[in-house]
């Protein structure tokens, strides 16, 4: 059974910064794609940025390039987001998600994680 779990949420102001944390409890440590979602209330889940952890690619939603960077951990079964210039749209859960031995990292916009977190909630006061 593969968990994980997320931690790093919180509240800040807008401008500030937060960085979440992700632990996928795998043996495999290449070849996964590794990655976070957002969902504010009342809107659809958004894919934000994700990873291949076999080197190489990573993938940004428009919304939040340039102030937000995804990192691997050197354990290679964490990932992390870090959140710069937190803006108030920003305000969402969290959530991390993973696939095991995928070939390749699919475009955000067509990845569907087999595995999710629970979530972790961020929000952006103004």
């Known amino acids: 059974q593969v968990q994980v779990k997320e931690s790093g949420g919180g509240s800040v102001q807008a401008g500030g910064s937060l960085k979440l944390s992700c632990e996928v409890s795998?043996?495999?440590?290449?070849?996964?794609?590794l990655g976070w979602f957002r969902q504010a209330p009342g809107s659809e889940r958004e894919a934000v940025a994700s990873?291949?952890?076999?080197?190489?690619?990573?993938y940004y939603a428009e919304s939040v390039k340039g102030r937000y960077t995804i990192s691997q951990g050197n354990a290679k079964n964490a990932v992390f987001l870090q959140m710069n210039s937190l803006k108030p749209e920003d305000t969402a859960m969290y959530y991390c998600?993973?696939?095991?031995?995928?070939?390749?990292?699919?475009?955000?916009?067509?990845?569907?994680?087999?595995?999710w977190g629970q979530g972790t909630q961020v929000t952006v006061s103004s």
């Open positions: 795998i043996d495999t440590l290449s070849g996964n794609c």
């Open positions: 990873l291949y952890t076999g080197g190489g690619s990573a």
């Open positions: 998600a993973a696939d095991l031995l995928c070939p390749n990292l699919p475009p955000l916009g067509t990845w569907n994680p087999v595995y």
